[in-house]
């Protein structure tokens, strides 16, 4: 397989289950819809900073700095979760780069089409996320615990 996945791709393309899994054609359609979510991902992260840097008046009234607070932390959040999404996403890009995206990491398995087309990050099949969710908890910390580990 090319290792460079071009990053081209006819508007109108949409991936079939009737045509070969994870082929040059389906890898750069979720290429590009990655590339395209950490764009939108990066605006809103600078949109909250400019937020943030908004916020940060000094009030007299200790209610309105309280609220300005609040803003300011509700952003924050934000901007963490922009940034979780990021990581997953450059994780997904790194996986179409050494050939492994499009399959479960815990049991090497087709995530399928309908599931990447919703989550185009997913690094796991339905089938492995129940199968975690079943294990009793010390378990399923240390298959995720690997997991992490085997990433880095």
């Known amino acids: ?3 460079l996945i ?3 791709q006819p508007s109108n393309y949409q991936p079939s289950p009737n045509e070969p899994y994870m082929n040059n054609d389906q890898l750069a359609y979720f290429k590009n819809k990655l590339i395209h979510q950490k ?3 990066i605006e809103k992260i600078r949109g909250t900073i400019e937020k943030i840097q908004s916020l940060q008046s000094v009030d007299a009234d200790i209610l309105d700095r309280s609220n300005t607070q609040i803003d300011i932390e509700s952003e ?3 901007n963490q ?3 979780r999404l990021i990581k997953e996403i450059d994780g997904a890009l790194s996986r179409i780069e050494d050939g492994s995206f499009g399959y479960c990491e815990l049991s090497g398995e087709p995530i399928g089409l309908r599931r990447l087309e919703v989550l185009p990050f997913a690094a796991m099949s339905v089938k492995s996320l129940e199968q975690l969710e079943t294990l009793p908890m010390a378990a399923n910390q240390s298959v995720i615990i690997n997991r992490t580990l085997s990433a880095r």
């Open 1 to 3: 397989m090319d290792t």
């Open 6 to 8: 071009s990053a081209y």
């Open 39 to 41: 764009m939108q991902l």
């Open 76 to 78: 924050l959040k934000s």
């Open 81 to 83: 979760r922009y940034n």
